[in-house]
């Protein structure tokens, strides 16, 4: 069965750190192209960042760069998504994906809420 499934969302407070986890089962992410993305309520979903399948390049979304984060383990097929210096604006449900020719998978979300 494939699968992404994201963990690691939760409360915490301005300026704090959190790290996403997304471990993927039924195929393995190594020749996959990977990313993160938010959805924040009333707004679109936005890319926050993404690795390409050869692993050669990262790339951020502006509003994250220089706080964020994005890594893949292989040995573990898991990718993760450090988040420093987190803001209120940050706060949104957090979605892992992977992409392959015409493979297409998501995981379900996991919450990220910055408040005081």
């Known amino acids: 069965q494939v699968q992404l499934v994201e963990s690691g969302g939760g409360l915490v407070q301005p300026g704090g750190s959190l790290r996403l986890s997304c471990a993927a089962s039924?195929?393995?992410?190594?020749?996959?192209?990977i990313g993160w993305f938010r959805q924040a309520p009333g707004k679109e979903r936005e890319g926050v960042s993404c690795?390409?399948?050869?692993?050669?390049?990262?790339y951020y979304g502006d509003s994250v760069k220089g706080r964020f984060t994005m890594s893949r383990d292989n040995a573990k097929n898991t990718m993760y998504l450090q988040m420093n210096s987190l803001k209120p604006e940050d706060t949104a449900v957090y979605f892992c994906a992977a992409r392959r020719g015409l493979n297409d998978y998501w995981g379900q979300g996991t919450q990220v809420t910055v408040s005081s």
């Open positions: 690795i390409t399948s050869s692993g050669g390049s990262t």
């Open positions: 039924g195929f393995a992410l190594d020749y996959y192209a």
